[in-house]
């Protein structure tokens, strides 16, 4: 069995202002690892995924996160964030082998102000 | 096809009830997912489907709930003789047969609230 932690439950920052929403896993076996990002009144989505390959990887809004094996962290990043990122943000993982289902992080709200 | 569906989006209802919920997912979607998200917490998985095969229960999923997908399309969650402590929102997501890499397609939810 794997979990996820996400240390920060919420995160303010002002607009164009670096972001990180820290990651932390732990499995005994290799593991797939997402963000998802839920938008206010909407489901969660897909904001990005780790498979295989570079360890760094990129949403198409700008976000992106590094796979680190050593760390068992999967951190996610934004350089300059808007008033639009306000959501909150859910790291899952799962594990490479055999079937599993997705185990979440408890989430982390990103609020940005002007 | 817009996406996954939920109905009801919100119900409330008195401890001891019975409520269902529907989830329609995706049409081209064999899998289908429930969980159920409390406050502060992450979704924590509760069942899944493969067409209509019942491939997993979690051990949340206690006897009073009980999940179907008759014809491997849309799908229900009934809670029988509901509990404060259903109060939550149940998520649905389906996605396609790609084992563990594929990307969940999530609905909006179904918030449950027992007086």
């Known amino acids: 069995a794997q979990s996820v932690t996400q240390l920060d439950s919420q995160v303010p920052v002002f607009e164009e202002a670096p972001v990180e929403l820290r990651c932390n896993y732990s499995s005994s076996v290799s593991v797939y690892l997402f963000w998802y990002v839920q938008y206010p009144n909407q489901g969660l989505q897909l904001l990005l995924k780790y498979l295989s390959g570079s360890t760094l990887v990129e949403s198409i809004n700008g976000f992106e996160a590094e796979f680190n094996k050593s760390q068992t962290s999967f951190h996610l990043r934004k350089p300059s964030v808007h008033i639009s990122d306000t959501a909150e943000y859910f790291c899952a993982a799962t594990p490479r082998s055999g079937y599993s289902t997705l185990t979440f992080g408890k989430g982390t709200m990103l609020l940005v102000s002007p | 096809d817009t996406g996954v569906s939920q109905d009801p989006r919100h119900k409330i209802t008195k401890r001891g009830q019975n409520v269902t919920f529907r989830c329609d997912p995706i049409?081209?979607?064999?899998?289908l997912y429930w969980y159920r998200q409390t406050l502060g917490q992450g979704p924590e998985f509760l069942t899944y489907f493969q067409n209509e095969a019942q491939l997993e229960k979690s051990r949340l999923l206690s006897d009073r709930f009980s999940a179907e997908r008759p014809k491997g399309s849309f799908s229900t969650l009934e809670i029988q003789r509901t509990e404060q402590g259903d109060s939550a929102m149940y998520l649905c997501?389906?996605?396609?047969?790609?084992?563990?890499?594929?990307?969940?397609?999530f609905g909006e939810g179904s918030r449950l609230t027992v007086l």
């Open positions: 997501a389906s996605s396609e047969d790609s084992g563990n890499t594929g990307e969940l397609f």
């Open positions: 049409s081209e979607h064999n899998r």
